[in-house]
């Protein structure tokens, strides 16, 4: 009634009731009952219409934005998926380059190996070994002097990983006995720095053996056989140096714990220091149980010596101290002098 009232062009509002209405469209002149009714009814058909086209058209661009909604979804969904494909290509490929390197450097590491031990097994006189010593010599000397001047410690496949590096009071390294401080390196012939012995000028005077009194020799070990030479077990290693011990200079007077000084022979191609019992008891040290094993030049399977024990002492070279140094405990036999210093 309302819509017909305002069709017809009267006023209306909302304060206007059902009986109102109906006066004002009886009042109006032109007003035919029937022609009204038709006339509501196609207003009503269009509002309805118009009204299902709206919800139509609402429903149609809500559809349409969930179909681009899944579309969108649908293409993240995919980019997830093909950036996790490239990330897993690129992981299985760095593994297999890490794998790859990893085979080629056993694959050099190995081949290095057998090389040394080839070439190790060759040496046969005690020239070349020397000669190989004095290239490792060289070698060890030639690359501490590129590097940056720092506290070092020795360590040999962790054998020795709880030895203090040698320093003096003032925290300076302990140098003079392979290498001076500016890393030239020791001569095995001469007391001098900066060569090593087969570039010696010095002559090289002749050595005699003090065990088999032959002459010749260099200092090297020297094996000597007992009586009934039963067995390889009875092998003992002795020293080979001059007739006077003065003339070594690889012989020194050392201090163990700034105790009574002891006779010590530097030896460069031990990596370890050793020292006898007998001295051990008589400067009345504690030791503990070492569970290192002792090995010789060209033998790495068989031990050459099971220490008895380990210390740690402050040991003292021509008034250079080394702090917390680890001395193995062998018996009298097993050496001649009472102190052997190694590179620890």
């Given at each position: ?13 909302d ?22 009714k ?32 899944e ?86 496949q ?33 007391p ?64 163990i ?48 010596l ?39």
């Amino acid at each position: 009634m309302k819509i017909l009232a305002e069709e017809l062009g009267e006023t209306v509002n909302d304060s206007h009731k059902l009986k109102d209405l109906k006066k004002i469209m009886l009042a109006f002149k032109e007003y035919d009952e029937e022609s009204a009714k038709e006339w509501m009814n196609t207003i009503i058909n269009e509002r309805k219409e118009r009204k299902e086209n709206e919800i139509r058209q609402e429903e149609m661009v809500e559809r349409k934005r969930k179909e681009e909604q899944e579309i969108a979804e649908q293409k993240r969904q995919e980019e997830i998926a093909e950036r996790r494909r490239q990330e897993e290509i690129e992981l299985k490929k760095q593994e297999y380059e890490e794998w790859k390197r990893k085979d080629e450097m056993e694959f050099e590491l190995q081949k290095i190996r057998l090389g040394a031990e080839d070439e190790w097994s060759k040496l046969n006189s005690p020239d070349d070994l020397v000669e190989k010593l004095d290239d490792y010599d060289t070698l060890r000397s030639t690359f501490r002097s590129k590097q940056p001047r720092k506290e070092w410690h020795y360590d040999k496949q962790n054998s020795f990983k709880d030895d203090s590096a040698f320093t003096t009071n003032g925290n300076k390294k302990l140098y003079g006995i392979t290498h001076n401080e500016r890393g030239e390196p020791k001569c095995f012939h001469c007391p001098n720095f900066g060569h090593i012995a087969r570039n010696c000028s010095i002559p090289k005077s002749v050595l005699t053996c003090r065990e088999g009194n032959e002459t010749g020799l260099k200092i090297i070990n020297f094996v000597t056989k007992e009586t009934n030479h039963a067995n390889e077990e009875s092998l003992s290693v002795r020293l080979v140096g001059d007739n006077s011990d003065e003339s070594n200079s690889f012989l020194k007077k050392a201090k163990i714990n700034n105790c009574d000084n002891v006779q010590a022979l530097i030896d460069t191609g031990s990596s370890c220091c050793l020292l006898k019992i007998s001295v051990a008891q008589k400067l009345k040290l504690k030791f503990e149980r070492a569970v290192n094993k002792i090995y010789g030049f060209g033998n790495q399977k068989m031990p050459a010596l099971t220490p008895i024990g380990r210390i740690k002492a402050d040991i003292e070279v021509d008034n250079v101290k080394a702090e917390n140094i680890s001395i193995y405990v062998v018996p009298d036999d097993a050496q001649s002098v009472d102190l052997t210093i190694g590179r620890t």
